[in-house]
């Protein structure tokens, strides 16, 4: 592409307490080959350094091809969510081309912009290839346990968009999680599926229990918000089994009456729900990668699974009804 006739590509930061992250991500931005570039920062009342670093970096390195907007979510309104973070950034924007990105991210490589850009020239929606900074064993423990979920060892991340994405609607500002599967399967709707491009996107995962705690408790709080929404979908998968329905009914109640003559139902239904969760723990197990497992994984993984994120999630809702009813902000803080 000659330089004179590129786009302007809106690069869209959410921030949050992020003094530790923040410096690098907007380093690496501004090493880019690319240009023009335009970073917007949107804060959501950071009580650290956050703002002072960006502003110095602000003044240090700004210029005609590479420029940096900063707001805070304070000014649009009371709601604070990642989400609406994002839908600001986007609407006080000015690029064709959006890059949503997180304050602990890196761009690996110079040219990540460019290769970002031209996969958007030839399709609305671009993802990039994610790849784990990996600093703690809880980490790497995490990064084995996501390659396994998926079932594969290239993992993505939802990058870039054409700003005639966000024509229609924005993200859902009232969700903290799956905010963008959400606005991706209206995408779907329309006949838009993302193309993964070759560019390599450094991000950081929960360096702690405690941190990893925190992540999952705030999933908790704000899952209840996608499941409402989504809930139709939900309803027609079911309408499309209920033909199933009734013969699955009879025979599984024929089946426990015959089992029941001759064993205690409530023990049988025990042992049955242990050599359920065992056969899907140990295929769970065989799924992640061998570079990755070992006894320390192995034991790091059964601790997050079965104990960590069940507590965390289930303490999220908790704190999520009891706020509904006595009618508090549910969506301060981010994850």
Not at 222 to 238: M, N, P, W
Request: charged residues 30%; contains cysteine; hydrophobic residues 45%.
């Amino acid at each position: 592409m000659n330089q004179g006739t590129r786009e302007l590509v809106s690069i869209i930061i959410p921030t949050l307490n992020e003094e530790e992250n923040i410096e690098n991500l907007l380093k690496s931005i501004y090493e880019q080959s690319y240009r023009p570039i335009e970073v917007v920062i949107v804060d959501g009342d950071s009580t650290d350094r956050t703002l002072e670093i960006v502003k110095k970096f602000k003044l240090c390195f700004e210029d005609k091809d590479f420029r940096i907007k900063i707001f805070k979510e304070e000014d649009f309104g009371k709601l604070r969510s990642l989400p609406n973070a994002r839908n600001i950034g986007i609407l006080n924007s000015e690029g064709k081309y959006l890059l949503l990105l997180d304050a602990d991210m890196v761009l690996l490589e110079r040219d990540f912009v460019e290769k970002v850009v031209k996969g958007l020239m030839q399709n609305p929606e671009v993802h990039v290839i994610r790849k784990v900074l990996v600093d703690t064993p809880i980490e790497k423990t995490l990064l084995a346990e996501a390659m396994a979920w998926e079932r594969r060892e290239v993992l993505t991340w939802h990058c870039g968009y054409r700003r005639e994405c966000f024509r229609e609607r924005l993200l859902d500002p009232y969700l903290g999680l799956y905010e963008v599967v959400d606005f991706e399967i209206d995408l779907r709707r329309k006949a838009i599926k993302p193309i993964v491009v070759e560019a390599n996107l450094g991000v950081h995962l929960p360096h702690t229990f405690k941190e990893f705690f925190k992540q999952q408790e705030w999933y908790g709080r704000t899952a209840i918000f996608f499941a409402k929404k989504r809930l139709k979908e939900v309803k027609r998968l079911y309408f499309m089994l209920s033909p199933l329905l009734p013969g699955l009914h009879f025979t599984s109640v024929i089946a426990f009456a015959v089992l029941s003559l001759f064993t205690n139902l409530g023990l049988y239904v025990m042992l049955i729900l242990l050599a359920t969760f065992i056969y899907r723990r140990l295929r769970f197990m065989l799924r992640i990668p061998r570079t990755y497992r070992s006894k320390t994984a192995i034991l790091i993984v059964n601790i997050i699974d079965c104990v960590i994120r069940p507590l965390a999630w289930g303490l999220g809702l908790i704190k999520t009804v009891v706020k509904l009813l006595m009618r508090k902000n549910v969506y301060r803080g981010r994850g």
